[in-house]
Every structure is written in C-alpha cells, then in structure tokens.
C-alpha cells in the first residue's frame, strides 16, 4: 500500500468515525490483518434461517446456529488491546466480569450512606444472577461454558439493502484525511501509510466501500457497575487510566463493522515506474484492484467471506 492508498484508508477511517459518532474518549476504531474473514454463513444464528439458506436438515440446523453463536461470542468477547493493531489477547471478558462480580469488595451501608453504598449489593447480587442465568455450554463434547454476544440489529447480512454505500471523491478524501483521530493517525504511521505523499506517481481520484455494522449486546454485562464508587478492587487493576491504559479490562468490543467490495479509482501518470500505463493516449487509467464481487476469488480465498474491516472498542477509565 503506498500513501495515496494510506490517505484514502485515513479518509475511510474518519468518515466510518463520523458515521458512527465514536466518541475519542471512550471509543476508537481498531483493525485487523486484512487477511481475516468473517463468512456470511457463519453470522446466522436462527435456526429456521440457516435451513432456508443452506437447506439444512432441522437438527442440523439447529447445532450449526449453536455454533456459529459460540465462535461468534469467542471473538467478540476476546479483550482486546488499547490499540490500532487489533492484538486480542487469550482473555475473555465474561471471565473478568465474572471475579468483578463475586470477589469486589463492597461498600458497607451506614448512617449516613449515600443511595449508591445502600444498593450496591442489590446492584452485584442482580449481576451475579443475570451471569449465572446467560451461560450456555460448548456444542463441543468437552468444550467450557461461554457467555453469548449477541450482534444488532438482526438483520440479514445476505440482504444488499441492509448494506451501506460509501463513495469517497478525491476531495473528500483528501478533506477526511486530514480529520481522522489520533488513534487511528498512529496505526497509520506505524504503517508509514501518512507520509509525504508529493513526488507520488498514484492519484486517489474515488473510494468507495459497503458497510454493515453490527452492534453487540450483552445480557450477562452491566458496564455501568464499573461506574460506581461503592466498591473497590484489591486484585490487579482493571484499568490504572494510562495512556495506554493497562490491567484486566482496558477496552471491550462493542460494535464489529463488516465490509465488503471495495473499489479504487486510480489516477496514474505515464512512465510510472510502480504502474505500467496501458497503449492508450489518456493518462487516466481506471482500475479496481481490490474489488470483492460475491463469488469471485482474491488471494485465493473464497471472497464470500466478508473482511471484518473495523471494530469499535469501549474504552473506560476508572472513576
């Protein structure tokens, strides 16, 4: 990727930030390798949907809706890093929230005690039960217990109504390249993809991209307790508030943005010694070099698998 597809990345990046109204305090986009795939298959969790889809048997059906739910709630229950990078670590947020919930130690009402301090054993003993409550087992044989994400709004991924069109010109690109967040500017320049781009040979005349994203909801997780000053945490912190923050829980995801095909309009200089010009008397040569149809092949990867382009992730600071 060179800086005229590094720019035009930046421009996608803070157009997607104001599209979804992130919050740089409390939210920020992160990226995974470009290789990672999300299958549209693998984003049905309804039984009778996946039979009419795929024209599975009922029981089978069923378990495939399982287990789409349990790989689903792994990967968007994995905490991630406070970072662009999109590291996930081993730890699932369900098991942090679950020795928040039974080993804080508890403010102790007395005369005088605010509402908080009064309600705050209400508050973990309703938490306690909603966990216990979400848990469902492995459709493996020997697999632990997990605790579902559910994605929202539940609409069918297949249908290309439910899809937003984004198309940048070279204006705006160049206008949303230069508004694009600071967390999002870092994982730029650790690619050098927000160097000088004067001297290059390669011109983004558009951009344009599909979208589709899918909030997450938790029945098991109440980030409000975290906002509570009723109880404290004696174990490792779960967030010490840095720049970048460390400790258990620095961030969860909230929200994963599924994208698919994107197209570049390409504006290339005779002679460039990166592009080879075709026998034509125009300069201008249009190309779409990374455009994802629905049944052809990139990489040798099945391009029915959707690129899981961007995760918002929630970030919090101990109050």
């Known amino acids: 990727m060179n800086t005229a597809d590094g720019n035009a990345f930046a421009a996608l990046i803070a157009e997607l930030e104001k599209r979804l109204r992130i919050n740089g305090s409390s939210q920020f986009l992160v990226f995974p390798e470009f290789t990672f795939r999300v299958a549209l298959n693998e984003l049905l969790f309804d039984a009778q949907e996946i039979q009419a889809t795929i024209g599975l048997a009922p029981e089978q059906a069923q378990r495939e809706a399982l287990l789409n739910l349990e790989n689903f709630s792994i990967l968007a229950n994995r905490i ?36 908080q301090s009064l309600n705050i054993a209400l508050v973990f003993q309703k ?15 020997d697999g ?3 605790y579902p994400a559910i994605a929202l709004p539940p609409n069918d991924v297949s249908d ?26 870092e994982w730029l320049r650790e690619r050098s993809l927000l160097d000088d781009a004067q001297g290059s040979s390669v011109i983004m005349k558009s951009l344009s991209i ?22 404290k945490w004696n174990d490792e912190p779960l967030s010490d508030g840095g720049d970048p923050p460390k400790g258990l829980l620095t961030a969860y995801i909230v929200q994963m943005i599924l994208a698919r095909k994107l197209e570049i309009n390409l504006d290339l200089e005779l002679g460039s010694p ?30 029915q698998r959707l690129r899981l382009f961007g995760t918002t992730v929630g970030k919090f600071k101990p109050t």
């Not at 899918?214 to 906002?227: H, I, K, N």
């Not at 990166?274 to 049944?295: D, M, Y």
């Open 80 to 115: 991630p890093q406070v970072s662009g990078r999109f590291n996930l670590n081993a730890t699932m947020l369900w098991s942090v929230f679950e020795r928040v919930i039974n080993f804080a130690q508890l403010a102790t009402p007395s005369l005088g005690s605010d509402s």
């Open 127 to 141: 938490a306690r039960t909603d966990f216990g409550l979400s848990a469902l087992g492995s459709v493996a044989p």
């Open 144 to 146: 632990a217990n997990y």
């Open 160 to 185: 290309d109504d439910a899809w937003t069109h984004i198309r940048l010109d070279k204006e705006t690109i160049d206008q949303r390249s230069q508004e694009v967040s600071p967390e999002a500017q």
């Open 210 to 231: 599909e979208v589709f994203p899918l909030t997450l909801r938790r029945a098991w997780f109440d980030p409000a307790l975290f906002q509570s000053r009723a109880w």
């Open 274 to 303: 990166q592009l080879v010009a075709p026998k034509a008397s125009s300069p201008e040569v249009t190309t779409n070099p990374t455009t994802i149809p629905p049944t052809a092949t990139f990489g040798g990867l099945d391009m």
